[in-house]
């Protein structure tokens, strides 16, 4: 199945950078971002009402912002649409912020599975529901960004990622490999702190009712 991905994406990308339209770019970047959505959901163990749109809204924003953040200020794509630069990075922002995203609510159900009694324990002595679940919260952002953060440790030490690995096989000079894998980490790293940021604060809403009683049917 991988390779069969890889090779069908291959010729899809040829005839994409061939037309070079922007209706074709977008239509693109929503067909990824669906599938994100549907791929971070799957990793939740039990169901969540809204549980596609939260991750939609979620992922859309966060690598939105990334990614416009990126192609505009910092590399300057003209024409903003052009699929080279648009598609590849984007690919690299969602596929990450998707990754985060579903650790981070496979973490929340998990703690608050977990924790149910405790939680509710401080909501009847009059804490708020984030006040109630924020060492929950701050355990599940931080299990999103182990991946990342444990990439950008490794980086250059143990390991010499792709951003760099291609360059540098091509004949690019390391230093210039070096600025194109840090703009890499950096923009994933927002990338997934946004989206994980998001996606917990948007199921949050899920769990507790406007009073600040948990809806224990979501957990047990």
Request: charged letters at 15%.
């Amino acid at each position: 199945r991988t390779f069969l991905q890889l090779f069908a994406v291959g010729y899809f990308l040829v005839v994409l950078f061939a037309w070079d339209r922007w209706e074709l770019v977008l239509v693109t970047l929503f067909l990824m971002l669906g599938a994100a959505t549907w791929i971070a959901v799957g990793r939740l163990k039990h169901p969540l009402p809204g549980a596609h749109r939260i991750a939609l809204v979620s992922l859309a924003a966060g690598s939105a912002i990334t990614l416009a953040f990126v192609t505009e200020v910092v590399i300057g794509v003209d024409p903003w649409y052009d699929p080279r630069y648009l598609i590849p990075i984007g690919g690299m922002i969602l596929g990450n912020a998707m990754t985060g995203a579903s650790l981070a609510g496979e973490r929340f159900q998990g703690e608050l599975r977990a924790r149910v009694d405790e939680v509710e324990t401080l909501l009847a002595l009059g804490f708020s529901g984030l006040e109630a679940v924020r060492d929950l919260y701050r355990s599940a952002i931080r299990a999103a960004m182990i991946p990342t953060i444990n990439a950008m440790l490794a980086v250059g030490i143990v390991q010499l990622p792709g951003m760099m690995t291609g360059p540098i096989l091509s004949g690019t000079s390391p230093l210039i490999a070096v600025k194109y894998q840090a703009l890499v980490m950096l923009m994933i790293t927002c990338a997934v702190a946004l989206s994980s940021f998001l996606f917990l604060r948007l199921a949050l809403r899920r769990y507790l009712t406007p009073a600040h009683q948990l809806r224990r049917q979501l957990i047990l």
